[in-house]
């Protein structure tokens, strides 16, 4: 028998304590796995963060091509800033390497720098509704981005979780 030494890395974007409770994860398998819980928040809630791993794809992107160093311009950075990236940082690498193909000189300028701007999110305000319609679109949004976690969207919108409560049950939002 040969012993062997292991850690097991565990990444998931649902609260599994929560899932437990709602008997959707093994109890069991829960308490083998939690050790050193490590929550790491989202790219886009994470500042500055944006511009120092941009900097550095940047350098790792011209090194590996044998390109001469690039900047971003500070309306770049401030393009950057400005964007949720939903893929988090493997979307933030994959914007910058195309920004630095697509800049001619030296720094990169907002222009060449794409972003998917086709999400439901950004294209929430090209319509004309009334409030309670924007209201129902933006809880029915986070219900569907956070599995239906009620009280989770209620965290993150601020509202009593009885007003997505009274939602549901008029059938306004789909908790499915």
Known sequence: MIGINARIIVATHRNLLQEVQ??????????RL????IHLPPLRERGNDIL????HFMDLFCKENNLAKKTLSQEAQQKLLA????????????????????ADDETVLPE?????????VSGLLNTEKTLKEYEIGIIQHYLD????????????LDVGKSTIYRMIQAGEVSNK
């Not at 939690?34 to 819980?37: F, I, N, Q, S, Y």
């Not at 979307?91 to 920004?99: A, N, T």
């Not at 060449?112 to 439901?120: Q, R, V």
């Open 112 to 120: 060449h720098i794409t972003l998917n701007t086709s999400s439901s």
């Open 83 to 102: 964007y949720p990236f939903p893929g988090n940082v493997r979307e933030l690498r994959s914007v910058i390497e195309l920004s630095v193909v697509m």
């Open 34 to 37: 939690a050790g050193l819980p």
């Open 145 to 156: 981005k956070y599995d239906k976690d009620v009280l989770l969207v209620a965290r993150k």
């Open 22 to 31: 709602n008997k959707t994860f093994r109890e069991d398998l829960y308490y």
């Open 52 to 55: 120092v791993l941009a900097k």
